[in-house]
């Protein structure tokens, strides 16, 4: 990466900054290379952060049917990470996990599940055997208390797993004019669904696999307590990246918890953060961190630097660790600040391996909260910083009472905010599109074929707010 005129003195957000094109070949963004080289095992450069309120089974089965990770938040109990991921390993490659009811399910059990899913349907099931379907449009206007059995689709036509083929499953579906199918196995026992949009994605899209073939998810520990006990248990539950977070990264009980992690000889990744200088990079580095996370402040439910001043402009942050991490042969995630498509190409254009995302997930069907409505019928999820008491106190629910209300005296990040869905993309996987496209195209204006080369050849200039704002569109006029 260069900067087409002096580079600047001043320090940069990901705003401040645009990419110029530059003379291509490639002809289309679908043959740009998306996979990472971080050792991390995923074909799109985007890692969902571990919080609370955006990370969970759903949102880890998805993304990394897609090619993503995410990282599984600390205060979860082990046993119940355990459970996750072994759950996610279990998942299949191709077809999206159904909700399920018995044809005796109420119509009002229907609407509590049919948020959980992007694809909007619930699987009637007797025994293990689909029977039929139920949507949101087959619940209008009936009794909250009948029984699905009265309002479903009955005898769904199914696609069988023998093995699936995306492209015929298409087909098929559009043939029949249908958008989803249950899949079945050879039997008729019910495997998940899959939609024509989903049959679509996976033409499109690689899995993020493991060496068993089954799809990747990563945990994370903190700096305090049993580092090592924690961190041998997230191991032996088999996880695939191990990610050690503190809010600030260049402390001694950083350095500390990678010794106690190294000692232990992991087989997998290993990252810690968050820093955003040279110096802190070089420092974890040294102490064993093969990624490190970059970014102190960046993120939509972080207010360290309105309380503190402390922090870094992302941009500048993640160019100058990117450095120090290259120098030693390791690699920089670049955690938090991305509101747009740009912003996500732009950290790669850096040389961030990938991209962290929390809350801009947050609002999308997958994340763990339940779904509400403002008074103006836009639907959203709770949301909240992972340094907010609300998050301090779910961490320290084993501690005394007295301890507990000391740490709630201070916090550093929102305990309710509200993240509306966008009605045209609702679920993550729309979100997934939007960003990997704009990556994708950013990469044919760079003349880049893969994410190497777009850090090689990237021609970065600085702008001013209005030149930010002319590349805005105006969807109302102006």
């Not at 087959?138 to 699936?164: K, N």
């Amino acid at each position: 990466m260069h900067f087409i005129g002096p580079a600047p003195s001043y320090e940069l957000t990901y705003d401040d900054v645009f990419m110029v094109p530059r003379r291509s070949d490639i002809a289309s963004r679908f043959d740009v290379d998306l996979s990472t080289a971080d050792g991390s095992g995923t074909t799109i450069p985007l890692v969902v952060a571990n919080m609370t309120a955006v990370a969970g089974r759903r949102m880890a089965e998805t993304v990394a049917r897609r090619g993503g990770l995410t990282v599984l938040p600390q205060d979860i109990p082990v046993p119940v990470v355990s459970d996750v991921v072994t759950w996610v390993k279990r998942r299949h490659h191709i077809v999206d996990t159904a909700l399920t009811l018995s044809p005796r399910s109420t119509v009002s059990d229907a609407l509590a599940l049919l948020p959980k899913r992007a694809h909007g349907a619930v699987v009637v099931v007797d025994g293990d055997r689909p029977v039929g379907i139920v949507t949101e449009s087959d619940c209008i206007g009936a009794e909250r208390f009948a029984q699905l059995h009265q309002v479903m689709s009955a005898d769904p036509f199914t696609l069988v797993d023998d093995p699936l083929d995306p492209v015929r499953a298409f087909e098929e579906l559009d043939r029949r004019r249908r958008k989803l199918a249950p899949v079945v196995d050879r039997e008729g026992a019910l495997i998940g669904i899959l939609s024509r949009t989903g049959a679509l994605r996976s033409t499109i899209y690689r899995p993020a696999l493991d060496a068993d073939h089954a799809l990747r998810v990563a945990a994370a520990i903190g700096v305090n307590g049993d580092v090592k006990g924690r961190a041998a248990e997230l191991l032996e539950a088999g996880i695939d990246l191990l990610v050690i977070d503190t809010a600030h990264g260049h402390q001694q009980r950083m350095i500390d918890a990678l010794g106690a992690v190294r000692s232990l000889a992991p087989q997998i990744p290993v990252v810690a953060g968050n820093v955003v200088s040279a110096a802190g990079t070089q420092e974890l580095i040294d102490a064993g961190a093969d990624i490190v996370k970059v970014g102190v402040g960046p993120g939509a439910m972080c207010t360290t630097r309105m309380m503190t001043g402390v922090g870094r402009p992302q941009f500048s942050a993640v160019l100058e660790c990117v450095e120090a991490a290259r120098a030693a042969g390791r690699h920089v995630w670049a955690d938090g600040g991305v509101r747009h498509p740009r912003d996500v190409a732009l950290a790669l254009a850096a040389g961030a391996s990938a991209v962290m995302v929390g809350s801009w997930f947050a609002g999308t069907y997958e994340s763990p909260g339940d779904l509400h409505a403002a008074p103006d019928g836009r639907l959203y999820k709770d949301s909240f910083g992972m340094a907010s008491a609300r998050a301090v106190a779910s961490r320290t629910s084993g501690e005394g009472a007295f301890d507990r209300a000391r740490k709630a005296l201070f916090e550093e990040g929102i305990s309710s905010g509200r993240q509306f869905l966008d009605p045209e993309r609702p679920g993550v996987e729309d979100l997934l599109d939007a960003i990997t496209a704009g990556v994708r195209s950013a990469c044919t204006y760079a003349g880049a074929t893969n994410l190497a080369e777009l850090h090689e050849r990237a021609a970065i200039g600085v702008q001013s707010a209005a030149g930010y704002a002319e590349g805005r569109p105006l969807h109302a006029g102006w």
